[in-house]
């Protein structure tokens, strides 16, 4: 049995940044063109008007200030209102691989290690680009790694669960380490026309070394433990996928192809949950709450936060112990923990311990308990 800890991370964040003024600027404009063209509706009440969003509201609702995207010029556009990419040929890297590579390189170059000490990629993220080949496999590729690669879904959950699965099989002895990207365009599935989730995602790709603990070669992380969850829920989903052409209103380009949440009750449902989960792996694992030195959660919702640390804390998390990087990024989905982690643990020193959590659709929650060796 090998012990497994992480290395080092990467983050690749997109040069693209939409403020909330801005954002708060174009859904105006949209919803101001839509409610002229339904005007008369409106007037009989047979279509409710579109309010405007607000910068105060999305504070408020969120604590997101800003996000950052592969592209903002469609986002912005009224007429539009969703990324525009490029589109590759097939003998073109694909761009969340091309985003993924681009984080791992710096998850190997803080570990000091290359693609050749690297025997497996775990592609974990909550909407891929296709169905196949797996995203994970043009990864390896345009890494050089030999071994093997696969793609994981678990929604926001999917960096923690990645991340189980690679410890799990470094401690076995099946591979000696692993690479876990989660590059996530938030942005495409994202509904940009809808006031009360336009403000929620952004884009980025984050990446997580972990290999055996006697490999490292400077600071790390040990795996104390992991666990993961699920409960099956309608109250976060997406309903876009390769059978939609074979229904019969499948075609059409329906709200419920997009990102759905019923918000009132995944704060209700997800926060005692995720509180509980965490509260009782610690236990489990004998330790207590005041030997918890840092809490990386997902990054999904301020409020949500703030109630989880509180109640694992037994009192209210000071920033630094809890901190949150929500409002620069927004809702990264499953990248949202591990860049919390991976911009806000240097300072921990030998022997401290913390714990990267990550929960969503599903429901789904992760957790891995870390202790810091210098």
Not at 143 to 168: K, P, R, Y
Not at 209 to 222: H, N
């Amino acid at each position: 049995m090998h012990q497994p800890a992480i290395t080092g991370t990467g983050v690749f964040t997109p040069e693209n940044v939409i403020t909330n003024a801005e954002l708060v600027q174009a859904f105006n404009a949209y919803a101001d063109k839509q409610n002229a063209l339904n005007a008369g509706a409106i007037a009989a009440g047979t279509v409710d008007a579109i309010p405007h969003s607000s910068e105060e509201f999305i504070v408020k609702a969120s604590g997101i200030e800003q996000r950052f995207v592969l592209d903002k010029t469609g986002v912005l556009n009224p007429d539009i209102m969703y990324p525009q990419l490029r589109q590759r040929s097939d003998d073109e890297p694909g761009v969340m691989a091309e985003m993924a590579v681009d984080a791992a390189q710096k998850a190997l170059a803080q570990a000091g290690k290359t693609a050749a000490d690297v025997d497996a990629v775990i592609c974990a993220a909550s909407n891929m680009e296709r169905a196949y080949p797996a995203v994970a496999i043009e990864i390896q590729k345009l890494l050089g790694i030999e071994g093997f690669a696969f793609d994981m879904n678990v929604a926001c959950s999917s960096a923690t669960f990645g991340i189980q699965a690679a410890a799990d099989m470094v401690r076995a002895g099946t591979i000696r380490s692993a690479l876990v990207v989660n590059p996530e365009i938030c942005s495409g599935h994202l509904e940009w026309r809808d006031r009360d989730c336009h403000f929620i995602f952004g884009d980025v790709a984050t990446a997580t070394l972990i290999e055996r603990m006697e490999d490292a070669t400077g600071p790390c992380f040990e795996i104390i433990s992991t666990r993961c969850a699920t409960e099956f829920s309608n109250n976060i989903r997406n309903n876009n996928g390769f059978l939609r052409r074979s229904r019969p209103d499948g075609v059409k380009d329906r709200r419920d192809m997009q990102f759905m949440q019923n918000g009132r009750k995944v704060f209700k449902e997800v926060v005692p949950m995720v509180s509980q989960h965490i509260t009782d792996h610690i236990t489990d694992m004998d330790i207590a709450n005041t030997g918890l030195k840092r809490l990386w959660l997902h990054q999904a919702n301020k409020s949500m936060n703030d109630f989880i640390g509180k109640k694992v804390m037994g009192r209210t998390p000071e920033p630094s112990e809890q901190p949150n990087i929500l409002q620069d990024y927004a809702n990264t989905s499953s990248a949202g923990s591990i860049i919390a982690f991976s911009q806000n643990s240097d300072d921990l020193t030998e022997g401290d311990i913390g714990l990267i959590c990550s929960f969503g659709a599903g429901y789904s929650v992760g957790s891995v308990i870390l202790r810091r060796h210098a």
